[in-house]
């Protein structure tokens, strides 16, 4: 009789547990918080990594005053639009890639208007060399697949 009463009891209360565990819903995460998302550029430190630009390009390159002034405001203009492509898609790499990539490639451009012939070419040689870029006159390694290369007869 106990077992009776108890599978009965089981029996009607098993529903009602059921249904109180799904009645409850779950509660929505809350947004992100302010202080997760990237702090707006500033202005003192963008001002500031323009400057230090544009002092080692002044030793390196031996810029006139009125190269140095442009220089500078180049220079300004591209940390600038670095810092806010990295505010406004920090997380989306591929399309910060491409809006940093295509800064770079204007502020070559103003910078080829800017310098003369010797020291643009002077200002790509450095460049490529601190970003790692093979020099033509250095360059070994295997051959292109396909090709033999010089040590087999």
């Known amino acids: 009789m106990k077992t009776t009463l108890l599978a009965s009891l089981l029996l009607f209360s098993a529903p009602a547990t059921l249904l109180a565990q799904t009645a409850t819903k779950p509660k929505p995460k809350p947004a992100a918080p302010a202080a997760t998302q990237p702090a707006a550029p500033n202005p003192a430190q963008v001002e500031a990594r323009a400057n230090a630009l544009t002092d080692n390009m002044q030793k390196a390159l031996a810029l006139t ?4 002034e442009k220089v500078r405001q180049i220079n300004l203009i591209s940390v600038r639009g670095v810092e806010s492509a990295r505010q406004k898609y920090g ?37 490529e060399e601190k970003m790692g870029v093979p020099s033509s006159q250095g ?12 040590y087999e007869e």
């Open 91 to 127: 997380r989306d790499v591929r399309k910060m890639a491409g809006v940093v990539d295509d800064i770079g490639q204007a502020r070559l451009a103003m910078l080829k208007e800017t310098l003369s012939p010797q020291q643009f070419d002077k200002y790509q040689r450095k460049r």
């Open 139 to 150: 360059v070994q390694g295997n051959a292109a697949p396909g090709l033999p290369s010089r």
């Open 65 to 68: 005053p009125q190269q140095v």
